[in-house]
């Protein structure tokens, strides 16, 4: 159903339903908790809305500031009104280096994985390049959405050498876990990170619009000794993730 014939006041507006900027009120938060408005979504103008429904630009307005003072929608000086994120705010330390299970046990919140891919395969020139692999060798491949108290939070795909990681089907929550048991488990990494803009395919993962903010990992682990572990390339929820880094002063 499009916004504007879910917006069309024949099945809500009623002349005994209470004032109208409560009708619409609750029209719109029912658009929300439906999933027609979703989070980072932009509601249509306040003119469009008042032509859609018949009713003021006074009462759009005052529809849409009551659902912003309860919440549920964002306003930004100059670009409109827009959906607030339901998703949970993690502040991510850079100088740690943890898996997301972790992160997520540490925070008290529940952390599962709905499975994309997982197995071996010939490895893209990326891969090639950053897991220093030879031509005919193979890659171990896992790719998942995580989510955090059933929040959809980052898309990640991490590539492993079949030296570090025979079986892929061995994962079943935690990689690093994994890894430790072997004696694998990185001891650092060199992180790169990127903004974006959502592109439909990871926005339909993540629940969120297309072209919402969200930001690109690229990370490359390496052993205590130098070798390559790990290289991950992830998609994170932009309304989610605060990545704090400790700066100190250089000495001269």
């Not at 979504?41 to 009551?66: C, D, F, H, W, Y």
């Not at 009104?81 to 919140?109: H, K, N, W």
């Not at 048991?181 to 001891?187: D, H, I, T, V």
């Amino acid at each position: 159903m499009s916004i504007t014939e879910f917006l069309t006041p024949d099945n809500w507006l009623h002349s005994d339903g209470g004032p109208r900027y409560v009708q619409l009120g609750k029209r719109l938060n029912e658009g929300v908790d439906k999933g027609l408005l979703k989070a980072g979504n932009s509601l249509p103008p306040e003119r469009e809305i008042a032509a859609i429904t018949g009713l003021s630009r006074v009462t759009v307005r005052k529809a849409i500031q009551t659902l912003a003072d309860d919440g549920i929608i964002v306003q930004k000086q100059g670009s409109g009104s827009f959906v607030a994120s339901t998703a949970p705010q993690i502040e991510q330390s850079l100088s740690r280096l943890t898996s997301f299970s972790e992160d997520m046990a540490r925070r008290g919140m529940v952390s599962a994985s709905i499975w994309l891919e997982r197995g071996i395969f010939m490895p893209s020139p990326d891969e090639v390049l950053a897991l220093a692999l030879t031509s005919d060798a193979s890659v171990s491949r896992i790719a998942r959405l995580r989510t955090a108290d059933e929040k959809p939070m980052a898309i990640e795909r991490a590539s492993l050498s079949t030296e570090m990681l025979p079986n892929p089907l061995l994962v079943e929550t935690s990689l690093y876990e994994v890894l430790e048991k072997e004696g694998l488990r990185p001891a650092r990494a060199l992180q790169k990170i990127s903004a974006i803009n959502l592109e439909e395919e990871n926005a339909r993962l993540l629940d969120v619009s297309p072209g919402m903010a969200g930001l690109r990992i690229e990370r490359t682990s390496y052993l205590s000794d130098g070798r390559v572990v790990e290289f991950t390339q992830s998609i994170y929820r932009g309304d989610a993730y605060n990545f704090v880094a400790e700066l100190r002063l250089a000495k001269e």
